[in-house]
């Protein structure tokens, strides 16, 4: 069997839909966040690997995780990981938590109904925010604008790749139910171009996700680390493209990914909301009468 580092795809942290510890996050910041997601990265492509089976997936996963915890120190992704950990004094939960995700992966290819999705989506995504705010010292407060962004980039990431998830893995992330209301099949998703009934199901879909990204508007004003929250509000502006363009576009057979100049323009657009928002607040507090 292919040891971890073997079942890496090659994609990296700057190949990712979203920012992965930008350059505006703060130096001090970036090596726990880079150690975390080149674990992460790791299970996930043994997850989706093509080649191998179930159970040896699982065995790797099962690996990475006793490297983790310390019973092993086979897999340098793992070890490093255990190390940036051990030195900000943290838990090994929200990694803990994805590979539960990535298990799931492995052995669950299809979702009921949008809480069966978005109980996934406890798991395979907001660890990742939580772990990011934890490394930052950021209130716990915030967790829920955090969960609210994380599931949402998820389940645009399901939507963008609804097609090849079929195809390669029989994976759907669309929940059965969401298939059902509309007439649409699971099958369509093997198709060249989406059926009607299917666009109407991703659609409806892609609205409960922009109902999502309202509810974690508010996210960067909870958050007390400047260059952080200016990183959230550019995610959450791109996610809002995104979305924009699940809801007009059919993902089967047009690009639903912002290519370079779409992730500079919505990303400075988003930098911009996220810096007048901060100002905002520094002029409110300024006026606030003493005492009040």
Known sequence: MITP????????????????????????H?????????FVRTADDIADHSRLEPQEKLALLGRLEAGLL?????????????????????????????????RMDVTKLRYGDWDDLIGYCIYSAMPVGRFVLDVHGESRAAWRFND???????????????????????RVYVPLDAFAATGATVEMLGL????????????????????????????????VDVRLALEVSVIQALAERL?????????????????????????????????????????AADRKPQGA
């Not at 700057?14 to 130096?27: G, K, Q």
């Not at 970036?30 to 080149?38: G, S």
């Not at 992704?77 to 943290?90: C, F, I, T």
């Open 5 to 28: 580092t073997e079942a890496r795809s090659g994609k990296g942290h700057r190949d990712e839909n979203f920012p992965v510890a930008s350059r505006l996050i703060h130096p001090r």
């Open 30 to 38: 970036r090596a726990p966040i880079l150690a975390f997601y080149d």
């Open 70 to 102: 310390g019973t092993s120190d086979a897999d340098p992704v793992a070890v490093a990981l255990r190390w940036q950990l051990a030195q900000r004094r943290l838990a090994p939960r929200h990694a803990q938590d994805l590979l539960a995700a990535f």
């Open 148 to 170: 609210a962004l994380c599931a949402a980039l998820q389940i645009i990431n399901h939507l963008q790749d609804c097609g090849s998830d079929y195809r390669k893995l029989d």
């Open 192 to 223: 060249d171009h989406a059926s009607p009934a299917l666009l109407r199901c991703i659609r409806a879909l892609a609205g409960r996700t922009g109902r999502l990204l309202n509810e974690s508007r508010p996210f960067s004003a909870h958050i």
């Open 243 to 283: 979305v924009g363009l699940l809801r007009s576009r059919d993902p089967l057979s047009q690009r639903v990914h912002l290519g370079a100049a779409g992730v500079a323009g919505f990303g400075l657009l988003g930098l911009i909301s996220g810096m007048s928002r901060r100002i905002g607040r520094v002029f």
